[in-house]
């Protein structure tokens, strides 16, 4: 089907297990983005890329690896996952022209860890 | 880019139009305005966006003042299923559409 999608949608892990989210866009758009969301932080940018092999840091990159060795997948590791990266995670994508059109978001991957 | 000022929460009745208002004083030149909403536990969705004139979509209509200090969000006809968290972004041209989100305003549509 045509969108993003990320999966899996619920992850319960343990603390310092390596997790990977994935995230994939059938639009080809040029940006990707990961954000996290938690209460009373609103949604705060990880990572973000421009185009495959791209990718810089967002906000709170710490403990986090991403890569994009295509341009429609655009995965997010946690290496050791600890207990404070318990959160909702959303990618996103845009063409990022200057036409200044939308970011597309996922439906979301609800992690735990204990 | 400009930081945004919302209201935390505000309330509407179904049929009503809500207004949401955004403070963007420090705005520059080259700065859009843009409006992006939150359903409980699903992915923001974009609603409008624009630079200095009003805009109109199926959704919803933006009004920016003239000195593009403000701007309000209208939903003209509310209804339960705009029930959500409304963000207001101020943003460069390009970029790729990176966002920095606030604490936006969450709207309750009541019967």
């Known amino acids: 089907d045509a969108g993003i999608t990320q999966s899996p949608r619920y992850k319960i892990t343990e603390t310092g297990r390596q997790v990977t989210l994935m995230c994939h866009q059938t639009?080809?758009?040029?940006?990707m983005f990961w954000y996290r969301q938690d209460l009373g932080h609103g949604l705060r940018l990880i990572y973000y890329s421009a185009a495959a092999d791209i990718t810089d840091k967002g906000e709170v990159p710490d403990g986090y690896v991403v890569s994009r060795s295509k341009t429609e997948n655009f995965p997010l590791t946690l290496e050791s996952a600890t207990r404070s990266q318990t959160s909702v995670y959303f990618c996103a994508s845009s063409d990022g022209t200057e036409k200044n059109t939308e970011a597309f978001f996922g439906q979301g991957t609800r992690l735990t860890v204990v | 880019d400009a930081k945004t000022t919302q209201p935390p929460s505000m309330d509407c009745a179904e049929g009503r139009a809500a207004n949401l208002p955004c403070n963007h004083s420090?705005?520059?030149?080259?700065?859009?305005v843009y409006w992006y909403r939150q359903i409980h536990s699903q992915g923001p969705q974009y609603i409008i966006h624009g630079l200095k004139n009003n805009e109109t979509n199926e959704m919803a209509s933006l009004i920016i003042t003239e000195d593009r200090k403000s701007s309000t969000l209208i939903l003209p006809h509310a209804t339960l299923r705009d029930t959500a968290v409304y963000y207001c972004i101020v943003r460069r041209t390009g970029g790729g559409n990176k966002l920095t989100f606030g604490t936006g305003t969450q709207l309750k549509v009541e019967l």
């Open positions: 420090t705005i520059s030149g080259n700065e859009y």
């Open positions: 639009w080809s758009h040029s940006y």
